[in-house]
């Protein structure tokens, strides 16, 4: 148990679904990011969140929609997507920004495949 | 524009070698660079972080050094043992939680 907790592990959906990744951390942090792993490319950064404020959204489409309600917990809701969509989304939370030695603590992902 | 090359991309040992991982990056103004660990379908595991400040960071079997005048860092696992298999990353911080993934070597131990 990494602290970082996602659901669900894999995920199947058709483009016309509606679906919602959920991350919880247990670990007090302030802040989480959504992070996006494709096949054959580097982890790329979608949305990092501090304080339930949302301080990045690095130039995502709209049908990922990102929800934070409080510190804790951390929801991707997914909507239209393509099937190039597939990829594992990883969950990450550390305890504040901007601090240089700080530690990223990861989920173990959702598996997503868009049919 | 920050980019993090990781070099091989797969690696395969027999149990018992010392073995370096190498890791580039193109911008030498990072805050720190850290080495992850990942298995197979599962999430990241942070195993070191080398402030920009430092040269070397150690845990246990692993060593990593960071040259930031060349661009460069190593991750040196001495005595390498079969549950070392695993894809390893690297990546370099440029701003507040702004980390640039390298694509990953996948490393092998062979009993």
């Known amino acids: 148990e990494t602290g970082v907790t996602q659901t669900p592990r894999h995920l199947v959906m058709g483009m016309t679904n509606k679906k919602s990744l959920k991350c919880e951390q247990h670990?007090?942090?302030?802040?989480m990011y959504w992070y996006k792993q494709s096949a054959k490319k580097p982890l790329e950064l979608m949305f990092v969140y501090n304080f339930k404020e949302q301080t990045e959204n690095n130039s995502v489409p709209s049908r990922f929609s990102p929800e934070c309600p409080n510190s804790s917990h951390l929801f991707l809701h997914l909507h239209t997507l393509q099937p190039e969509d597939s990829a594992l989304y990883l969950c990450?939370?550390?305890?504040?920004?901007?601090?240089?030695?700080?530690?990223?603590?990861f989920g173990s992902g959702t598996q997503l495949s868009v049919l | 524009k920050q980019e993090v090359t990781q070099i091989p991309a797969a690696l395969s040992v027999p149990e018992g070698e010392n073995l370096v991982l190498n890791c580039s990056f193109t911008?030498?103004?990072?805050?720190?660079l850290q080495w992850f660990r990942q298995d197979p379908g599962k999430g990241l595991t942070s195993l070191l972080l080398?402030?920009?400040?430092?040269r070397e960071q150690t845990s246990g079997r692993l060593n990593a050094s960071l040259d930031k005048s060349s661009g460069r860092s190593t991750l040196y696992i001495a005595a390498s043992q079969p549950g070392d298999s695993a894809t390893y990353l690297c990546a370099a911080l440029r701003g507040a939680q702004k980390l640039v993934f390298g694509q990953g070597t996948r490393l092998t131990i062979n009993p």
């Open positions: 990450a939370s550390s305890q504040d920004l901007g601090a240089t030695n700080e530690k990223l603590f």
């Open positions: 080398i402030q920009s400040s430092q």
């Open positions: 670990l007090g942090h302030n802040a």
């Open positions: 911008d030498s103004a990072i805050y720190n």
